[in-house]
């Protein structure tokens, strides 16, 4: 999926770079929450922290809110969000970041290697806003507020909010809004409740639906310019429209504004809008937490689905390499193809940490990494054959047997699929090669794409091609029987 217009113009400006003057560039948490130092890198002006439920993604934002000392008022501190308890102690835990500010990098911490937490007189000012999911609690539940809900209370102080605001909330939530406004009643001057106009109609938080509630309360929250927003569980109550049109406008006041946000997700359509560098997940294995970069959404979701999943897990870049191995699975290890799963993990960097995971025996099932052809051998990790990108590997290899029977697969007239396949070999970019063949021909390019890799294996792979990958795939299937 491509980037909106909005997070592609944050994008622009983030690579000029001489922007965001300040930034929390990455935390290492340690001894809080099942943490061991594993560093979480923020590459990204927005950054969506996705993992199953109690993998440490709170942790994470809680853990960004503790390094920063507040500009105005007490803010908060490790001790807020980790507490001892009747059931927990906390003690050894350590809160590393490296703090940007202009062109100063500085490392820091907050710690508590035994009763105290140290290190705050030390931490760096900053503005930092955390919206936390109190914001989804409906009105009548929350302490104090069901005694509102009374014929004899009238509303005493509004803080309307301004025309930009309400724009802003017409366009995440798809309707016209008039005005928005958070109200007291006379009979509590402290509990602030939702007010949206909408036509004719008033509308209390009382009333509001669970989406309108969340983001007419995440909306009065106005973060300075420079600060960082640190939002959980960003899409809670949320269709994925929605969520989608948040994440667009979060980008534009982003930008406007030179904000850091950091957010938590389950949500494929809130990974979705953001570009790869921007997308992390949280991965569970041998009892260690490690933040893995640059995801796909599929991936992410992938990893938290409850379905049953297959023997073996084949983890590869993206779509063509996925239909590339498949169709091999399928010509040279027929038996295999019911017994695995492929996984698009995105980027290459993404699966050299997942070939390290593998090579220390950290999946909790049998699993095999590979790299398109034109990487760089890697630890635990497998090459796809040919030496180069699946298109420059598959697609010249075709032409040089003149298109064997694809245009048989394709139902298509040899002269066309020729003509139309020569054509998109000149364009430069090879990833473009399907998609303007695809065209001429009016077919779609995943279409097309599947059609030529099993022409490629049916007609020009071999044994030899095959062997490196049918044989970590046969041993990563002989694991699973033994297991």
Known sequence: MSLSNEMRLLQTRWLAGNMWP??????EIEGIRGWT??????????????????SGKSTVLQSAASVYAA????????SDFFPNTAWEQVTNANIRASIRQGQVSTTTSVRKPTTRWLGNRDRKTRAVSYIDLTRIQPVASRIGYQRLATSSSVEATVDQFQQATVDRLSN????????????????????????????????????????????TEFLRVDPPDYSLLLIDEIETSLHPRAQRRLMRDLATLCRVKQLQIILTTHSPYILGELPPQARGYIMQSAGEKEFVAGVSPEFAMTMMDEQQHPEVDLYVEDQRAEEMLRELIVRFSPEAVNRVKIIRYGA??????????????RFPRPSRVFLDGDQAPQNGCILLPGGDAPERVIVPALHAINWGELHARLARGFADVADACNQSMTIADHHEWVRAAANRLLIAGDFLWTAMCAEWAQRVA??????????????????????
């Not at 300040?22 to 935390?27: A, N």
């Not at 106009?197 to 639906?209: K, L, M, N």
């Open 22 to 27: 300040q930034r929390l560039e990455w935390l």
């Open 37 to 54: 130092g594993k560093r979480i890198e923020f590459n990204f002006p927005i950054v969506a922290v996705s993992g199953e439920n109690g």
């Open 71 to 78: 500009v105005h008022g007490r803010g908060r501190f490790a």
């Open 172 to 215: 995440i939530m798809g309707r016209q809004y008039i005005a928005a406004r958070m109200s007291t009643t006379n009979l509590d001057a402290t509990r602030q409740v939702p007010v949206v106009s909408i036509g004719a109609s008033t509308v209390s938080g009382f009333h509001q639906g669970a989406g309108e509630l969340t983001i």
């Open 348 to 361: 290459a960097n993404v699966g050299q940490s997942l070939g390290t995971m593998v090579q220390g025996n």
């Open 462 to 483: 071999n044994d030899a091609i095959a062997l490196p990958i049918t044989q970590e795939i046969g041993l990563a299937l002989a694991m699973a029987d033994a297991a």
